[in-house]
């Protein structure tokens, strides 16, 4: 039968993709809220943590141990945590989970570098997220209280990284988070209009790759030195020992 | 050389909302054939590679030259114009199936009305339609023809929407294409006059915010446009936008 204009119309089937809803919602400050705590407060706090806090490591003992008394005394610090770090993590982690719930990856199909990037942002972010929950737990909420004993921080992460499957996945974890970091840098840019440009976008991600060899090789060089170190003392008195630097003697 | 032949694999569907299959066909090589040309063929003798007679395969197309934007389908598995597939290039079995985002209306043919929609949603156009004649435009600069030419491009293809990772029902993004589209009609003399508009649709859910930059849309575009360029530059402008109305409004 030939297709006329008086054929009934085409039945109704897979509705297909919503079209814009304009003017509607309140995702637009959902996702920008979510790109911006990518970058502040949890990548500058991931910044001060890799290459500030951490790096002391690379001086020994004595010197982590007075970066961690340092950061002990800061003001407020529960509240610091909750609002500066904690609460914007779980933020970016549950909407970043929800984002990525929502994307069909197609990796296969389309093996491009930009999609590459899609896809690790999603997976660096999976793995960067056990890892926290790992590392908050083990590190502050079980164990000898750092904030009460800095002198035992050494001694506690070298306990920690003893076991080779634990140090891989530190250093995973590492690596993931400050891959995150890096290109989430780029993203960033690319998503806020900041480097509309291909040649801008082409330096920046020059840059970025440059800031990700930083992070990940400062904070390999950190994670190496809790194993080339002797292994400190992990209880009060020992802690008091590491606190007062090298030489002393009670 | 006679005997060289070329082997098709084509999935069917007979409504919108029947069980799709797959069917198999066989012709004759000759220089120069593209995907298009291949349907016409069969069309001319729809038989299966079994010799079979089925009905011949249903599929858009028009202007055969890459501009009318109608042919998009997916070609071994990528989105493409098959008007300018040509089949020396393509790997045998040579795999055709309808885009995979957009219903189907049969076989190959796809219902791609929501780019028209998003097209309307975010005014992609210039407004001087009235009841006097306006006169002629303001002229444009050289720089200004030179940035927008390209973005002018676009065929409506779908492409672009059908490999975004972010183009889906779950988020019902608007897609790179329309994006683009505001892009350009933002930056003519006249058009500006509904920029405001523009970048407050973008904002509703499905807008801008959806991109993940994952820049397969610039990838695949037959047209080459910027894609990339415009989502960031449209970005900025909404981002502008949202803190300006935050104040303003
Ligand atoms: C180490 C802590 C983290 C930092 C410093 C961080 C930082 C960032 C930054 C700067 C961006 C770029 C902004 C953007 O693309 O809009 C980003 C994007 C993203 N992050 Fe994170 N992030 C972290 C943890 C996580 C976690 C735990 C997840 C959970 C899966 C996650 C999921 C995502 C996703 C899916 C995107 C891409 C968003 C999009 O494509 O629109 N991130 N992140
Ligand atoms: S950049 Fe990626 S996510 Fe954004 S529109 Fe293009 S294909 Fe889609
Ligand atoms: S932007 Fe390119 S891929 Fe997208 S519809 Fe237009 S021509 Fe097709
Ligand atoms: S038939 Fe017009 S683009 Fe292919």
């Known amino acids: 039968m030939a297709a006329t204009a008086s054929s009934p119309a085409v039945p109704q089937a897979k509705a297909g993709v919503a079209p814009l809803r304009a003017g509607q919602g309140h995702s637009f400050l959902l996702r920008r809220l979510h790109s911006l705590t990518g970058i502040i407060p949890v990548g500058a706090f991931l910044f001060e943590h890799i290459l500030v806090s951490n790096a002391t490591a690379i001086s020994g003992p004595a010197a982590y141990a007075h970066q961690v008394r340092f950061l002990a005394s800061l003001p407020l610090v529960p509240v610091l945590e909750l ?17 990525w719930y929502r994307g069909d990856a197609n990796l296969v199909a389309y093996p491009w570098a930009g999609n590459w990037m899609y896809t690790l942002q999603r997976w660096t972010g999976g793995i960067a997220f056990v890892y926290i929950l790992w590392h908050t737990y083990t590190m502050r909420f079980t164990g000898i209280d750092l904030h009460e004993h800095p002198g035992a921080s050494f001694g506690k992460v070298q306990n920690e990284v003893v076991a080779p499957l634990l140090l891989a996945f530190y250093a995973v974890g590492l690596i993931a988070a400050s891959w995150h970091f890096a290109y989430g840098i ?44 002797p292994q400190q003392p992990t209880d009060p008195a020992g802690a008091r020992i590491v606190e007062m630097g090298p030489g002393a003697t009670e | 050389m006679a005997d060289k032949k070329v082997l098709f694999k084509i999935k ?14 066989e012709l004759n090589w000759h220089p ?13 003798n729809p038989q299966t590679k079994d010799g079979k007679t089925t009905a011949p395969v249903t599929y858009d197309s028009n202007c055969l030259e890459e501009v009318c934007g109608s042919c998009a389908m997916l070609i071994n598995g990528r989105a493409r114009m098959a008007c300018s597939a040509l089949i020396d290039k393509l790997e045998q079995p040579i795999r055709i199936e309808p885009l995979s985002k957009f219903p189907v209306v049969r ?11 998003n097209l309307k949603a975010v005014k992609a156009w210039v407004p001087v339609d009235g009841t006097y004649d ?13 940035m ?9 293809c779908c492409c672009c929407m059908e490999v975004c ?30 920029k405001q508009d523009r970048l407050a649709a973008l904002m509703g859910d499905g807008g801008i915010q959806e991109c993940g930059y994952a820049q397969n849309c610039v990838e695949i575009c037959p047209k080459d446009i910027p894609l990339t360029q415009s989502i960031s530059q449209v970005a900025g402008d909404v981002m502008k936008q949202a803190i300006t109305d935050l104040f303003r409004k």
């Open chain 1, 83 to 99: 609002f500066g770090v904690w609460l914007p993590i779980l933020f970016h982690a549950i909407v970043g989970f929800y984002i």
């Open chain 1, 186 to 229: 780029w993203l960033f840019c690319a998503k806020w209009g900041i480097t509309p440009g291909e040649k801008a976008q082409k330096r920046l991600l020059v840059a970025c790759l440059g800031f990700f060899l930083v992070l990940s090789g400062v904070g390999l060089a950190s994670l190496t030195s809790f194993r080339s170190h």
């Open chain 2, 12 to 25: 069917r569907q007979a409504s919108p909302s029947a069980e799709p299959v797959w069917e198999e066909f």
């Open chain 2, 32 to 44: 120069g054939m593209n995907v298009i040309s291949s349907l016409m063929e069969i069309a001319a």
């Open chain 2, 107 to 117: 076989d190959l043919a796809v219902d791609r009305s929501v780019l028209f929609e």
């Open chain 2, 134 to 146: 306006l006169g002629s435009g303001p002229r444009q600069s050289m720089q200004n023809q030179e």
């Open chain 2, 148 to 156: 927008t030419y390209p973005l002018s491009r676009c065929i409506s």
């Open chain 2, 165 to 194: 990772p972010q183009f889906n029902e779950d988020t019902g993004f608007v897609g790179a294409a329309a994006i683009s589209q505001v892009r350009l009609f933002n930056a003519h003399p006249t058009g500006a006059a509904l």
